[in-house]
């Protein structure tokens, strides 16, 4: 299914300032598909802290990519599930087949509420050289193929990607399976510490299903008229 560029569209909302995080949620969560809230305002405030922000009409993309033993990402899955009924959850996918399966199983508990999961393949901050550092001696490309597959043949919903994977994933993979892409960066952006990145529309064109966009809006003097723009842009 091809969303609506509005809707495709979520908002990381990387920030400890709680205020400043109500007011990106309010400003951005009824313009686009919703907010993300992770690990930066997890930490800082906690449960509580993520329900003051994602009000139960905005769509909550929580994540806090678990990664530990099967039976402690499948309580951790529960708990976020039952808590903050959150619509997309992130594990990694390098925490194998085994732990995948556990947190897929763990959300359909939450029948026609479950959250979708979503594994991380390999950070959009890393290219190949960082992959070597760690001793993946496969290009980023092959590694993300290979977690993708895994992932899905383990009951994720969908993987993490960056833009630069998206048509080989989907031909691997299908149509159906959610390809949730951040390294997002319109024309002549920062890239910070991205290093596989495309425009909006590049990744759109290629297949996302939804794309992860945070200091381009959150960062600009005025977000609401950055995520216009970029809006704009998917429109044309
Ligand atoms: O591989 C990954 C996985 C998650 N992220 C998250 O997406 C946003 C991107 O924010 P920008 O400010 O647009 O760079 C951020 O919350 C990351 O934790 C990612 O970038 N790459």
Not at 58 to 87: E, M, Q, S, W, Y
């Amino acid at each position: 299914m091809r969303l609506a560029p509005r809707n495709a569209v979520f908002t990381a909302v990387d920030t400890t300032d709680i205020r400043a995080a109500r007011s990106l949620g309010s400003i951005l969560g009824p313009v686009t598909g919703g907010i993300k809230l992770g690990k930066e305002f997890f930490t800082a405030h906690g449960p509580q802290g993520v329900l003051n922000v994602a009000g139960a009409e905005t769509p909550l993309f929580l994540d806090l990519k678990f990664h530990d033993i099967p039976n402690t990402v499948a309580g951790g899955v529960r708990a976020a599930a039952k808590i903050l009924t959150p619509n997309m959850l992130t594990i990694h996918a390098s925490g194998g087949p085994a732990m995948i399966r556990a947190a897929a199983d763990a959300s359909a508990e939450f029948g026609s509420s479950r959250p979708l999961i979503l594994a991380v393949t390999v950070l959009t901050s890393m290219d190949d050289d960082d992959l070597a550092s760690v001793g993946v001696n496969s290009t980023a490309e092959t590694q993300v193929l290979r977690l993708a597959e895994l992932a899905q043949k383990n009951g994720a919903d969908g993987v993490i990607c960056s833009p630069r994977e998206i048509a080989a994933i989907r031909n691997i993979c299908g149509p159906d399976f959610n390809l949730v892409v951040p390294g997002i960066r319109p024309a002549g952006a920062d890239h910070g510490d991205q290093k596989r990145v495309k425009t909006p529309s590049e990744a759109m064109a290629d297949g996302a299903s939804y794309l992860v966009i945070g200091r381009p809006i959150t960062g600009a003097d005025d977000p609401a008229h950055a995520i216009s723009t970029i809006l704009g842009s998917l429109a044309a």
